[in-house]
């Protein structure tokens, strides 16, 4: 039996896959238009990509105005620093990424923190703890754009995740052809029967679109929808996506 994650009045592991809307804005005014339109938006979570922030390198003013985006949302709030290697907008030094995350966790606010899988073990220990110790989950998380691993590849990480001391266990894949959305689906499934947390699961793109709404028939606890500028290949836009799961139930 999959254990359930609690944030705010958001419970990921039962029923329905939750809706994850992602900010992208790169300055404080326009990440923060956007949380009020977020705010409004059919959707569960929000996902601040603080990777796309211009200010992302001064982490005191990431901490700051984490406490504005929070409180412009009014729903529970995931911080994300996306490395480049795993997709995301800026490269930067190990030890700044951990810095940012610990002023975060230190003097801002947030209810889940994003943390990559292949990062230095010890940090991401310390960080893990540290998030613990200030009331926040963690989603440990691991993306391929160029390919989908193996089944027995992608049920390691996820279980690689678990042994680390994530609260949430995420992977994303890229697909070269429909086989490999069916890899990532029966790994998710396969998954889903041994694991202690909830899965966030995706095949990327337009070829793995379907996975990013079958959730709760294969093991995925939440799905991504895009607001306006999606933040990965393959969003559905949130307008749609609640319609979409609601005719996937199960019961």
Known sequence: MTHTVTVGNVTLGEGRP???VPLVGKTADSILEAAEQARDLDCDLIEWRIDFYEEVETPQKVAALSHQVKQAVQKPLLVTFRTKK???ELELPDDQYFAIYKEVLTQGVADLLDLELFMPAEEVAATIELAHENGVKVVMCNHDF???PSQ????RRLSLMEEKGADICKIAVMPQSNKDVLTLLAATAEMKEK????LITMSMGA???VSRVSGEAFGSAATFGAAKQASAPGQVPVSVLREILATLKLG
């Open 18 to 20: 939750k809706i994850i």
């Open 86 to 88: 795993e997709g995301g």
């Open 146 to 148: 160029d390919a989908t």
């Open 152 to 155: 027995e590849e992608i049920v």
């Open 195 to 198: 694991a202690t947390r909830p």
């Open 207 to 209: 070829l793995g679109m």
